[in-house]
């Protein structure tokens, strides 16, 4: 099983900036990919950015340029740096963790409890 805890969510205004972590602990394996989601009222989820432990990403285009995904793999956490944010930013953000064997098949689906992330003025 893993665990992953997210942390910085918050109030902020438009144009702010945030910084959301993800502690990610338990059975890790050395191949995995994180991400990040988010589900705003009546919406479904949908994908904000992903990185593997090689540190290939992927972002959504709503956020390109905007957010910066990283991790640090030492401590097994993951950030996203959220700038020029938008009241359509407005979501509970989920963090995200896909473990793979050496064939990249997956071996397990884990998700945060979310953070709620308000963009307003």
């Known amino acids: 099983q893993v665990q992953l805890v997210e942390s910085g969510g918050g109030l902020v205004q438009p144009g702010g900036s945030l910084r959301l972590s993800c502690a990610a602990s338990?059975?890790?394996?050395?191949?995995?990919?994180m991400g990040w989601y988010r589900q705003a009222p009546g919406k479904q989820r949908e994908l904000v950015a992903t990185?593997?432990?090689?540190?290939?990403?992927n972002y959504a285009d709503s956020v390109k340029g905007r957010f910066t995904i990283s991790r640090d793999n030492a401590k097994n956490t993951m950030y996203l740096q959220m700038n020029s944010l938008k009241p359509e930013d407005t979501a509970v953000y989920y963090c995200?963790?896909?473990?793979?064997?050496?064939?990249?098949?997956?071996?397990?689906?884990?998700w945060g409890q979310g953070t709620q992330v308000t963009v307003s003025s």
């Open positions: 995200n963790l896909q473990n793979f064997n050496s064939r990249w098949n997956p071996q397990g689906d884990y």
């Open positions: 338990g059975s890790i394996f050395s191949i995995n990919a």
């Open positions: 990185i593997t432990t090689g540190g290939r990403t």
